[in-house]
């Protein structure tokens, strides 16, 4: 079946460091990826997506593009802040025949960024 | 900023015990959803509902789980008969529309343990 499948945390950096938190899917289809995040105390937020191959997906500094020949979907962003510390959620969908929201999710990732 | 509500944020049950777990979600949203989360384990999408009937479900949403919504705002998850490894964070999660070009917007989660 499909599947999502991030890199174990919990990741934590300093300030201003480099962030790559990985992920790898397997799908039937072709599938949408996205990135969520849960910053503490609140629901899961849309960080960005990508529908198709090549695609870039970019929202407040995070970037990851859909990469078809390797099945991934990598999250890095530049320079971190204390403001980026929560967990992190990969998560791909499969629009069958104009179907809900059933996302597939990986386990999540914990970033804490010390300043 | 409009935003998805859930109710309890923590609920603690016996075995056995039938729970209610409450969400209102944005209001001129159309599709609504529940996904749970196990400790440590992944997001898992249990059901969709639209125009007062379930879309979709998965393997986990059984017997013992239903979905109504009671009114104009209100989209409940129950449990009838709870048992241990229904132990989990609910996650509810509204969207205006199903295709995969919007955006899912989900609470903060009401967290079950079922002793």
């Known amino acids: 079946g499909d599947s999502v499948t991030q890199m174990e945390g919990p990741v934590t950096l300093s300030e201003e460091a480099f962030l790559t938190i990985n992920c790898t899917y397997t799908?039937?289809?072709?599938?949408?990826l996205f990135w969520y995040v849960q910053y503490p105390g609140e629901g899961l937020q849309l960080l960005l997506k990508?529908?198709?191959?090549?695609d870039k997906g970019s929202n407040k500094g995070f970037e990851a593009t859909y990469r078809k020949e390797t099945t991934s979907f990598h999250l890095e962003k530049g320079s971190v802040q204390v403001s980026d510390s929560a967990v992190y959620f990969c998560?791909?969908?499969?629009?069958?025949?104009?179907?809900?929201?059933?996302?597939?999710f990986g386990k999540g990732t914990l970033l804490t960024v010390n300043p | 900023e409009p935003e998805v509500t859930q109710t309890p944020s923590h609920q603690v049950t016996q075995m056995g015990q039938e729970v209610i777990l409450r969400c209102v979600p944005i209001?001129?949203?159309?599709?609504f959803y529940w996904y749970r989360q196990i400790l440590g384990q992944k997001v898992e999408f249990l059901v969709s509902?639209?125009?007062?009937?379930?879309?979709?479900k998965s393997e986990i949403f059984d017997d013992q789980f239903s979905v109504e919504r009671p009114d104009g705002s209100n989209f409940t998850l129950k449990i009838r008969s709870t048992k241990l490894e229904d132990s989990a964070m609910y996650f509810c999660?509204?969207?205006?529309?199903?295709?995969?070009?919007?955006?899912?917007?989900f609470g903060e989660g009401s967290r079950l343990t079922v002793l």
């Open positions: 999660a509204s969207s205006v529309g199903h295709r995969l070009t919007g955006e899912l917007f």
């Open positions: 799908a039937t289809g072709y599938p949408s």
């Open positions: 990508a529908t198709k191959a090549d």
């Open positions: 998560a791909l969908s499969l629009n069958s025949g104009g179907s809900n929201y059933k996302l597939t």
């Open positions: 209001s001129n949203h159309l599709y």
């Open positions: 509902f639209y125009n007062n009937e379930i879309s979709e």
